[in-house]
């Protein structure tokens, strides 16, 4: 394995992003966030990516910001603020990447971990991953977005008692809670990470990226707002030559360019 503290491999169309630092669980130092941010952007740029697996090396996904990455000098709440900046940057790229994401969490994925985790579209969960907002434990406030997505998927009542608490959640409570849409044995989790995102590779990406940006945005959007958002992004369908092509197909009794007929989940 490379000595880089993150990997970035494909498989058939699917890119899989790996952090890895197993010997610190994973933790997100300065260069492994840098290294992160060019592995988004890459998997952005190539059009022959269709999707994207983010996962860990050594049995864990992430353990959060690394606490001992403090070799800069300076004001702590500007040091603080300035990092933080960084990285909402990157992982807003991440969630608003228009390809789908899929997490695929082993062992740890806790504090920034868990929020990065949360940044893709759809999580699967080995049976041994342990997932946690252990931010108050440590003394610091939920961060990387994890206040907005959270209330998103659990409900904002369950989200309070995850954050508050600060405790572990064992892959079947998240499973039962829609915190992850799968649980699968360690040893079968990158296999089924990968293939869940080849289901995409047929899929007409620029379509499912805008209909991405604007569910991304459903819970803040008026009814009004997201109709306009609808009716414009439904124009630039109608006029790519993959609609054209799926409209020739459907008349003509073919098979389609992209099933989409199987559950994900």
């Known amino acids: ?67 001992g990455d403090d070799g800069k000098e300076g004001e702590i709440p500007l040091l603080v603020r300035d990092a933080l900046l960084d990285a909402h940057r990157w992982h807003a790229e991440l969630m608003d990447l228009e390809k789908p994401v899929i997490s695929a969490i082993d062992g740890f994925a806790v504090g920034a971990g868990l929020s990065l985790a949360l940044g893709a579209d759809f999580i699967v969960a080995s049976d041994r991953a342990r997932l946690a907002s252990n931010f ?28 508050f608490s600060a405790r572990d959640i064992l892959a079947d409570e998240a499973l039962s809670i829609g915190l992850v849409q799968a649980v699968v044995p360690a040893e079968r989790l990158r296999e089924t990470a990968v293939d869940y995102a080849r289901r995409f590779d047929d899929a007409p990406t620029h379509v499912l990226g805008m209909a991405k940006g604007i569910l991304n945005h459903t819970f803040e959007t ?22 054209a092509e799926a409209i020739r197909r459907f008349f003509a009794k073919e098979p389609p360019l992209y099933g989409g007929a199987q559950r994900l989940f």
């Open 1 to 67: 394995m490379s000595d880089s503290k993150i990997l970035f491999e494909k498989d058939g169309k699917t890119a899989v992003i790996i952090l890895n630092r197993p010997q610190r669980r994973n933790a997100l130092d300065e260069e492994s966030r840098q290294l992160l941010a060019a592995a988004i952007e890459t998997a952005r740029e190539d059009a022959s990516i269709a999707s994207v697996v983010l996962t860990g090396a050594g049995g864990h996904f992430c353990s959060g910001a690394d606490l």
């Open 136 to 163: 108050p434990r440590i003394g610091f406030a939920p961060d990387l977005g994890l206040m907005y997505i959270l209330p998103r998927l659990v409900g904002l009542v369950r989200a309070r008692e995850i954050v």
């Open 222 to 243: 008026d009814r009004h707002a997201m109709a306009q958002l609808e009716t414009a992004v439904q124009g630039i369908c109608a006029a790519s030559s993959y609609n």
